[in-house]
């Protein structure tokens, strides 16, 4: 069963860049594609992008301008990277594995991480 | 951008009653509509996928329909462990495809 864990600093300042990794272990990430979601607190999920296992990335339009993703098959890990962060981007990120349908293409997220909460604070 | 409103945002039962919630698109996702259990300080588990079908390990209680705009989950008979907040996901068409969600109906006792 594969699993995934997400780590990185727990607060970063504000116009600061946050980082997180996912490591993925009981399966390779090559194959693959694999996403980053974020819960306010208290609040509802929000898709932040999308990495495959050769590189190529989606993200969604409303961080587009300031995320970047990447993806290192020898360490099975992928990571995250968010520019000039608010109080806004206080949340819970969550990595997760995507569904794929019997065409190749992510679905769904058939797999999570437990999450890792990011405080932004000076 | 496809919409998703779930309703109602909040639905009060006792264990064994019937639970149903609903989702709607703003625009025909066919039947590619997935649903989420999260419980509190959890991680969401992917209950349905395309609009009806259980994820591996997800009791029969649990069932899901509907297509185009539409969608529905329905819990036969409410576990105390069901007592959660359950979101509908979609994804736009591919391959420029963004996810989203709906904000989610909380099943409280």
């Known amino acids: 069963q594969v699993q995934l864990q997400e780590s990185g600093p727990g607060l970063v300042k504000p116009s600061e860049t946050l980082s997180l990794t996912c490591t993925v272990s009981?399966?390779?990430?090559?194959?693959?594609?694999w996403s980053w979601i974020r819960q306010p607190p208290g609040k509802g999920l929000e898709w932040i992008g999308y990495?495959?296992?050769?590189?190529?990335?989606n993200y969604n339009p409303s961080l587009k301008s300031r995320v970047s993703m990447s993806v290192d098959t020898s360490k099975n890990h992928f990571s995250l990277k968010l520019s000039s962060v608010t109080a806004a981007d206080t949340a819970v990120y969550y990595c997760?594995?995507?569904?794929?349908?019997?065409?190749?293409?992510?679905?769904?997220?058939?797999?999570w991480g437990q999450g890792t909460l990011v405080t932004v604070s000076s | 951008e496809i919409v998703l409103t779930q309703s109602p945002a909040t639905l009060s039962l006792s264990p064994g009653e019937r639970a149903t919630l609903s989702c709607r698109a703003s625009q025909s996702v066919r039947n590619g509509l997935a649903w989420y259990q999260q419980t509190a300080g959890q991680a969401p588990r992917l209950l349905i996928y395309?609009?009806?079908n259980r994820a591996t390990d997800v009791p029969a209680r649990f069932s899901g329909s509907g297509s185009g705009t539409g969608f529905t989950l329905t819990i036969s008979s409410l576990e105390p462990e069901d007592f959660a907040v359950y979101y509908c996901q979609q994804r736009s068409n591919w391959p420029f495809s963004t996810w989203t969600f709906g904000q989610g109906t909380k099943v409280e006792i």
């Open positions: 990495i495959y296992y050769s590189g190529s990335t």
């Open positions: 395309d609009a009806s």
């Open positions: 997760a594995k995507h569904k794929v349908n019997d065409y190749g293409v992510p679905e769904y997220f058939q797999h």
């Open positions: 009981g399966g390779s990430i090559s194959g693959y594609y």
